[in-house]
């Protein structure tokens, strides 16, 4: 019976992981091509891995390191278009990103400098890190494309992206200290290991925010001659939600929400934040949240149109979100609340 690698049946989950994902259509709804791309480097890395780890086939060892750069600006690109309200100038300097992969190219094929890939991946893994967590650093409120629904699921998967990333350089720099020190003893199972890990929760990340959806229409944020106060945001934001029932919107995000209030997004993340201590994600879906609660007492409509009915989409970031307000599924609250004793 032929020996097959592990890398080889993770290259093969990740290809059905793309495709399911293309033919769910989300990969198209959502535009982030970056996290796709993301998706199928991951599956030919691993494929790359089988073949030298488990084959011993030593020349895929010129062109793994030249996919391993692409990695973190796949990343840092699929993030910025969740960021960004307008990612135009970016698309023009998109270009840039390419330079690591250029740069070990050059190294390998010109100046025959191998060692110093050992030296470049790391940093470039590195750098990319600091920059997605750095774009991450306002919480959820930073994925202003991404409906609120799905914001946290999406905020936590892109952080731990950048993780990955940084657990991925660290791994680089153990190899080679351990050829330093071991003439490589460990470094094999150090490689196939480590690489096929963090390739994994690269790939489910990508997924993750690739089924968030985030809006693929233009948002036109109005500037604002005056910046209300925290108290006049507040009582904008609150109005579109009880009197406009802005929450039903499943593809609500906090672009979308800025032109419905003409208030710039800044704003409404900060004052929310500010007078809440909440994410303005966790602020609308506990408007969600509380009609649900509603339609549950009142109606006898089942947990799934009630779900539909408030803005959800997914029953796990309803759920989710109901239990974060209730500390009950939504079937546990309509129990107590028809048997309260």
Known sequence: ?????LSFFVAFLLVILFVGLVRAGNG??????????????????AFLSGLRWGYDIVDVMYVAPVGAAFVPPLV??????????????????????????????????VTGWRNAIDVVLPATFIGYAGAILNLMRRGPDALRKTPFESALPVYRALVF??????????????VLLDFSWTQGRHAAGMVAIGNLIALVVLSIAAAVA?????????????????????????????????TKHSYRDPDLNLDRLARK?????????????????KNVSQYVNEFRIAAA???????????TEIMFDVGFQTKS???????????????????HRANPG
């Not at 992206?161 to 153990?174: E, Q, T, V, W």
């Not at 809006?215 to 609150?238: C, G, N, R, Y």
């Not at 609660?293 to 947990?303: D, G, M, R």
């Open 28 to 45: 198209v709804g959502s535009r982030n091509i970056p996290f796709l791309a993301l998706i199928l480097l991951s599956a030919f890395q």
């Open 1 to 5: 019976m032929p020996f097959l690698p």
């Open 161 to 174: 992206a950048a993780l990955a990333l940084l657990m991925s350089a660290a791994l680089d720099l153990l």
């Open 261 to 277: 209030a003409i208030i710039p997004a800044r704003q409404i993340s900060s004052a929310i934040n500010r007078a809440t201590g």
């Open 293 to 303: 609660c509603q339609l549950l007492a009142e109606t006898e409509k089942s947990v």
């Open 210 to 242: 690739v089924q968030g959806r985030d809006s693929s229409e233009v948002e036109i944020e109005a500037p604002a001659a005056d910046e209300p106060s925290d108290k006049e945001t507040l009582a904008a934001i609150q109005s579109l939600m009880e």
């Open 76 to 109: 840092y690109c699929g993030v910025v278009r969740l960021v960004h309200k307008d990612d135009r100038d970016f698309d023009w300097s998109i270009v840039t990103h390419a330079v690591p992969a250029v740069a070990i190219v050059t190294l390998l094929t």
């Open 317 to 335: 970031n309803f759920n989710r979100e109901f239990r974060r307000v209730t500390d009950m599924t939504p079937v546990q609250w309509r129990s």
